[in-house]
């Protein structure tokens, strides 16, 4: 069903390497306006690196990234700040601003970019933290939140100035069954409201429940896709990689 | 040779950190009170330190020059010579080196610790400018607390010259203030002043570039650090040298 939509993110023939490490060979694919595309691959597969590129904190060796009529790969430093306000990163660590308090992190965008005054800026905070099932945490500091809270408030921070697309980095690695789902229910949140996303994750249980599409990156080059109907199928090749059976 | 290598890429990335300053004004102004804030940080907590510096300094020199000078009759030349060396040497240069120890060392660990994290990468995420919000206020907050700290070692030496002077010289105050006074002339005064502008960049562009390229970790951070420290020091050194003969080439002293 995703398929029949607008193309919003092309990337063709990526090609990155660190020195002589070559990490992506040649890595192409789309995401489509209101889907999930769910990119497993091994650790150190370079899976992070791919959504690193998409807003230009890594500058790829070749190969193209298109977003909307943007062509990502070619723009300078100072083109990228509108696009990044319209591409969400959510760091594998939540990457929180540890001198600030979770409330002035998450002003922080609002301030730089939304033309709301602060008590509608407070209000919003207020409400999106309580969506994902954070309630009184607005003065804490980030040291004072569990690693699962963090990463739901960096959650939140990349996704409070209204973005057309997610990239979730890991957003369930490391945590318990519980911090899972909160997560999930948030992707799922957000989802219904019609962003596009790309979940990058070793977790099959989660990816099947939010992805609409599965793409598999290994040794540099996507290497199978499915979709989270297929993966219910024991023995597919996906489902073998990620449970370590191939 | 490896180590002239280092040393190109160093200046380079140095280089390349004022020069995305400069690029970045004409975008953006950092905000003034980021600019305050680090100011207050950098400028306020290292006053101890300028005290304690500028007073032992002022005293110690004052002693030394007195009791070398004494069985030659020169003790009357003291407060010519303190002021003098004070305000063309003794101020810009120490106060730059307590400032490459204690703001150098901070923001390059701060900057450092806030790359290893990502802080840095999650501001650029973010659509905003890690140069408009850490490293613009931070040099320019150097630029604005040097000199005035050096003045104030400048003061705070002098001060101790004098106290030295009556108490263990036995010279008149009167004399002393006279002769600080008809020593220091615009150009000695400026001389030290305009320095310390330099130093800024000496110090705060070292502590940008190192804390900015962090690699590995916290061990990073330290090396970075130490890094930092140790460049500013170098940079301060080679670059007065530069600087007094410039100043000597645009503003030969006489000519006033
Ligand atoms: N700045 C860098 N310099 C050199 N090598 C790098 C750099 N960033 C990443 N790499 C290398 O690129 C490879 C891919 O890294 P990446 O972080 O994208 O992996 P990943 O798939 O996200 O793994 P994980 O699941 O552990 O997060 C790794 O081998 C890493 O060593
Ligand atoms: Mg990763």
Known sequence: MAHSKQKLLSVHQLRKSFGSKLIHKDVSFDVHQGECLGLLGGSGSGKSVILRSMIGLEKIDSGTIEFKEHQLHSINEEDWLPIRKQIAYVFQNGALFDSLTVEENLLYPLQSHSSLSLTESKKLITTRLNEVDLFDTESLYPSELSGGMQKRVGLVRATILDPELILYDEPTAGLDPKNTNNIRDSILVMKSKGYSSIFVSHDMATAIAVCDRIILLREGSIVAEATPQELKIQNHPIRQFIEGTQ | ?256
């Open chain 2, 1 to 256: 040779m490896i180590l002239i290598l280092r040393s190109l890429e160093v200046l380079g990335g140095m280089t390349q950190v004022f020069l995305k300053c400069i690029a970045e004004l004409r975008y953006r102004r950092p905000s003034i009170k980021d600019i305050l804030d680090q100011t207050y940080e950098v400028g306020i907590s290292s006053l101890p330190l300028i005290v304690v510096m500028g007073f032992s300094s002022g005293m110690v020199m004052t002693l030394q020059f007195g009791l070398g000078l004494e069985p030659f009759g020169g003790k009357p030349y003291v407060p010519k010579v303190m002021a003098l060396s004070v305000f063309l040497e003794l101020a810009p240069v120490f106060t730059a080196l307590m400032g490459a120890a204690r703001m150098g060392a901070g923001m390059a660990s701060e900057i450092g610790s806030m790359t290893v994290t990502q802080q840095i990468d999650a501001m650029r995420a973010l659509g905003t400018s890690p140069y408009q919000k850490i490293i613009l206020p931070r040099i320019i907050a150097c630029l604005l607390s040097f000199p005035i700290l050096t003045l104030l070692t400048c003061v705070l030496a002098l001060t101790s010259t004098a106290i030295i002077g009556v108490t263990e010289l036995g010279l008149d105050l009167l004399f002393i203030t006279q002769k600080f006074y008809s020593s220091i002339t615009l150009w000695e005064f400026l001389s030290g002043f305009l320095k310390s502008f330099g130093f800024a960049l000496c110090v705060a562009l070292p502590a940008c570039y190192f804390g900015l390229n962090v690699k590995d970790g916290t061990r990073g951070v330290g090396r970075a650090t130490t890094m930092a420290v140790v460049t500013a020091c170098v940079l301060i050194f080679i670059s007065d040298y530069f600087m007094t003969k410039f100043y000597w080439v645009i503003y030969p002293y006489g000519s006033q």
